[in-house]
């Protein structure tokens, strides 16, 4: 309730707030904002000063609002403003967070070069600032970067490395974790995934399968369409481990619809194409994946088990409920709260 009391204050307000970064907050706490609702932008315009970091900040969050949708040019041309603007005035701390997301549009394009260095540059400032939790995902992130080179070496000291204890970890930090705003609940999000990716590797189909079914039910209630794409993509490593090779191709093309673009460079969506590709071969895979592409972004979702409304919800031709009834699903597997 006190929440909500101070967002429909800094809502109301008729100009932005004394300090600049409640804006920030704000954001961190509603999450994406429905494009479509009216009053959006004029409440936007409101809240953000003529100040240069303001106006920085109001590029990033346009540039994160076309992320989250898919709009990936319209992404980069925001963000890569953004950043001038956060780099005209020595701000790390908006350096950082605003390279890392260019560093998801560098991979997604196949750019691992510029990723690379984009990393790097990230990592820097978050250690100059000391900022630990930017210094972790950082390393994360240029772990992923450096997998989807072939830096399998060099992605396992940025990382973890060990399957057993990066479960241990990342069960932990969902543990403690908190719940109820945007901005933890994205990470929440991506921890489920992670522990997905875990599972699939361990060969546990039913685990991975519970973990990913939640992260795309959050996801997609965060409007955040680039993550529900990968859910959908990283399914088909469930859908392999249970050798259906045309599920898992149809996944793949599923998640490319959702997002609107395929991605070049995510190293673990790499692994799943190559692995299906091998399964199915080339003239197989071709087929099955160009029929998921070939989806809505609400048909696709639901191939992907997201909650839809069935009453005004178009059938799949060929698709079919995944899994079956009775079979995996959210809180189907013992140890999945």
């Given amino acids: 309730m006190h929440l909500e009391n101070a967002v429909e204050a800094m809502v109301g307000s008729e100009r932005p707030p004394r300090r600049p970064f409640l804006t920030m907050l704000w954001g961190m706490v509603a999450g994406i904002p429905d494009e479509e609702s009216p009053g959006v932008a004029e409440s936007r315009r409101r809240l953000l000063g003529a100040d240069p970091w303001s106006q920085a900040l109001n590029l990033i969050g346009e540039g994160l609002m076309s992320l989250y949708a898919g709009r990936l040019d319209e992404a980069e041309r925001d963000l890569s403003a953004g950043l001038a603007g956060f780099r005209a005035i020595g701000e790390r701390w908006g350096l950082v967070l605003t390279l890392g997301e260019l560093v998801k549009i560098a991979e997604w394009r196949g750019d691992s070069a510029r990723a690379s260095a984009l990393c790097d540059e990230a990592l820097e400032l978050a250690r100059e600032l000391g900022a630990d939790e930017d210094i972790a995902e950082r390393l994360c992130q240029r772990a992923g970067v450096r997998a989807s080179m072939g830096d399998f070496e060099g992605g396992r000291r940025d990382a973890e490395g060990e399957p057993d204890e990066a479960r241990r970890l990342s069960e932990a930090a969902l543990a403690v974790c908190p719940a109820g705003w945007f901005g933890a609940e994205e990470s929440?999000?991506?921890?489920?995934?992670?522990?997905?990716?875990?599972?699939?590797?361990?060969?546990?189909?039913?685990?991975?399968?519970?973990?990913?079914?939640?992260?795309?039910?959050?996801?997609?209630?965060?409007?955040?369409?680039?993550?529900?794409?990968?859910?959908?993509?990283?399914?088909?490593?469930?859908?392999?481990?249970?050798?259906?090779?045309?599920?898992?191709?149809?996944?793949?093309?599923?998640?490319?619809?959702?997002?609107?673009?395929?991605?070049?460079?995510?190293?673990?969506?790499?692994?799943?194409?190559?692995a299906v590709r091998e399964?199915?071969?080339?003239?197989?895979?071709?087929?099955?994946?160009?029929?998921?592409?070939?989806?809505?972004?609400?048909?696709?979702?639901?191939?992907?088990?997201?909650?839809?409304?069935?009453?005004?919800?178009?059938?799949?031709?060929?698709?079919?409920?995944?899994?079956?009834?009775?079979?995996?699903?959210?809180?189907?597997?013992p140890g999945v709260p």
Wanted: charged content about 20%.
């Fill in 188 to 274: 929440r999000t991506h921890i489920m995934i992670e522990l997905g990716l875990t599972a699939e590797a361990g060969g546990d189909a039913p685990t991975a399968l519970a973990w990913y079914r939640r992260a795309l039910v959050a996801a997609s209630g965060q409007r955040d369409m680039t993550t529900a794409a990968l859910v959908a993509e990283v399914l088909s490593g469930v859908a392999l481990l249970e050798g259906d090779g045309e599920r898992a191709a149809l996944l793949l093309g599923a998640g490319t619809a959702v997002r609107g673009t395929a991605v070049a460079g995510d190293a673990d969506v790499v692994r799943l194409r190559a």
């Fill in 279 to 333: 399964a199915l071969g080339d003239e197989g895979y071709e087929k099955a994946y160009e029929r998921g592409v070939s989806l809505t972004r609400e048909e696709a979702l639901a191939l992907a088990g997201a909650p839809v409304d069935r009453r005004s919800s178009p059938s799949v031709p060929g698709t079919g409920p995944w899994p079956p009834a009775g079979a995996g699903g959210h809180g189907a597997h």
